[in-house]
């Protein structure tokens, strides 16, 4: 991601390079240009994304618990032949869903 620190670098470097009068209306402009362009980006920060990441994993977690639960259940309730047929088809249907995010 690019962050402000670059978008600063990349402002200085037009700033020493553009040096005249003229040049420092070219610079505001351009300033706005990268910042309304960085801004249509919608870009996150590394931190955001890395909290979001450890979100989903435990999110992910959570649902194969609950799934095993559910399997654990099924097979109570319902008679073994069954509830072994449920439990593949539980399990195929979170393969689909894991590969359909991933």
Known sequence: MLSQK???????KIGDTLA???AKDLEKNLRSLMG???TKLDLVTREEFDVQQEVLARTREKLEQLEARLAKLEALV?????AAEAAAAVEAEAEQAAQGHS
């Open 6 to 12: 670059l978008f600063d670098e990349i402002s200085a």
């Open 36 to 38: 309304s362009a960085f």
């Open 78 to 82: 319902l008679p073994a032949e069954p």
């Open 20 to 22: 005249s009068s003229p």
